[in-house]
């Protein structure tokens, strides 16, 4: 079982910047890869960035040049640092991992981007 808990939601005005934060249960943290999802009302579960065990980053195309991913081995703690954040940004946003057989989410973190 993997426990995982974000935070750093919040309202923010369009071109603010916000950092989630995803702290996650349990031992070796540093061999798995995790991601950060999202989803907007009425709109289906879409990935944003993926950091793997080595570092490699992904992103959407949406997201690219603006969101940064990273991990925090020694905390157990996966960021997303969001800049120039838009209104089409707003959505709650999700920290998830994998182990064999079976996927873990976090509870989600509402961001909103609205003047």
């Known amino acids: 079982q993997v426990q995982l808990v974000e935070s750093g939601g919040g309202l923010v005005q369009p071109g603010g910047s916000l950092r989630l934060s995803c702290v996650a249960s349990?031992?070796?943290?540093?061999?798995?890869?995790m991601a950060w999802y999202r989803q907007a009302p009425g709109n289906q579960r879409e990935l944003v960035a993926s950091?793997?065990?080595?570092?490699?980053?992904n992103y959407d195309d949406s997201v690219k040049g603006r969101f940064t991913i990273s991990r925090d081995n020694a905390k157990n703690t996966v960021y997303l640092q969001m800049n120039s954040l838009k209104p089409e940004d707003t959505a709650v946003y999700y920290c998830?991992?994998?182990?064999?057989?079976?996927?873990?989410w976090g509870q989600g973190t509402q961001v909103t981007v609205s003047s």
């Open positions: 998830k991992t994998s182990r064999v057989g079976a996927d873990y």
């Open positions: 349990g031992s070796n943290f540093r061999l798995y890869a």
């Open positions: 950091i793997g065990r080595s570092g490699t980053t």
